[in-house]
């Protein structure tokens, strides 16, 4: 059911909501927090889309704020509010409210908001793009106990980790650090099946993929050794080597659905590493909405601090095959085990990966 409002507000907005829920059968609320999103009016569709999708996991109230642009000085001194509410088959599995913000009302979009979050229920604010430089000081962000981000949109996203990192506030997050936990998690059951210390480390990927960047970051934070980044072709995070006495621990994604893991002493084995889209790494990140202390650890460690002066690392060893130059790594998502190191270059404090 959808219904249009113009030139509403949020009282008449709520009262849509008891009525649409009322002429479905569906009177109770079953949603479990409230999503923000925070969008303009070319990625919308899209957005919406990922969170409905995404809502099959997390019955949510979904508010979308589109922010429009007045061209003329008349209009811009107005205010205007539409909405469109949309319930049962046309949301997913909760409520969506789409708002249009004109003129000043642009301006004050929290007051708008405020009225539609559900009662004692967490709330999550989500920019798809176009994400302030202070989440946590942003009216709208300043509503949420979760603020999530993707700097891979941005247009310089690599840039834009400083920028991420300068202004962190805990419950802050970021999708291409999302991207990387299958890759965190592998890595780290890599190294809890072998006692091997790691010297250096090497990640491979797009030069413009800030993933790479965060776990790299996180590859150098946690195991206290040089990390370097070098570019491929891509898709996205393509290989991340580790440099052990014992041979290199290769995970390799050459084709961005399947990967090669090659670890010294044990056959090459294929492990699914594909790339997800936009709904599944949002799931994730609905999934808790306490502080990522990991992110923030990583985030923080900076992009300054990773080698990418080394020359270019070698290619993928095979299993058992002896390790040649040190090398660093690239990075794309958290992890849930912790990989662990035997031993540790002396003069080096020792450290572990953290789990998501």
């Known amino acids: 059911m959808k219904i249009d409002l113009t030139e509403t507000n949020s009282s008449k907005i709520n009262a849509a909501l008891v009525k649409a829920r009322r002429d479905i059968g569906t009177p109770a609320i079953g949603m479990v927090l409230t999503l923000v999103i925070v969008t303009d009016e070319e990625n919308a569709y899209d957005a919406l889309k990922s969170a409905n999708d995404a809502s099959h996991e997390h019955p949510s109230r979904i508010v979308v704020v589109i922010k429009r642009v007045s061209r003329s000085p008349r209009s811009r001194q107005g205010a205007r509010l539409d909405a469109e509410v949309r319930v049962g088959a046309d949301s997913g599995t909760g409520e969506t409210v789409v708002l249009r913000l004109h003129g ?3 301006d004050h979009a929290q007051s708008v908001v405020l009225p539609l979050l559900l009662p004692d229920a967490p709330v999550v604010v989500w920019w798809p793009e176009g994400a302030p430089a202070d989440l946590a000081g942003d009216p709208l962000g300043a509503l949420g106990q979760r603020r999530i981000t993707d700097t891979y ?7 834009a980790l400083g920028t991420r990192a300068a202004a962190y506030a805990p419950g802050d997050t970021d999708l291409s650090w999302t991207r990387v936990t299958p890759w965190r998690s ?5 190294l809890d099946q ?35 980044r070098t570019p491929s072709a891509g898709p996205g ?30 056959p090459d084995r294929a492990v699914a ?21 990991t992110y923030e650890a990583s985030l923080k460690f900076g992009v300054a601090k990773l080698d990418s002066s080394a020359p270019p690392a070698e290619a993928p060893a095979k299993s058992g095959a002896p390790a040649k130059a040190a090398a660093p790594a690239e990075a794309e998502a958290p992890a849930k085990a912790e990989p662990k190191r035997a031993a540790k270059p002396a003069g080096k404090p020792s450290k572990k990966p953290a789990a998501k």
């Open 153 to 159: 949109s941005s247009e310089d996203p690599i840039g």
């Open 237 to 266: 995070l393509t290989a991340v080597r580790l440099e052990t006495k014992d041979g290199a621990i290769v995970l390799d994604r050459a084709d961005g659905a399947l990967a090669t893991l090659c670890m010294p002493g044990q």
């Open 186 to 190: 592998m890595l780290a059951a890599a």
């Open 273 to 293: 590493l594909k790339r997800r889209d936009t709904a599944e790494l949002l799931a994730e990140e609905l999934r808790r909405l306490d502080p990522d202390n």
């Open 104 to 106: 000043e009302l642009v």
């Open 194 to 228: 072998q006692v091997l210390s790691v010297g250096s480390a090497t990640v491979e990927g797009e030069s413009d993929n800030p993933s790479c960047e965060l776990l790299a970051m996180w590859l150098a934070d946690r195991l206290g050794v040089p990390v370097r």
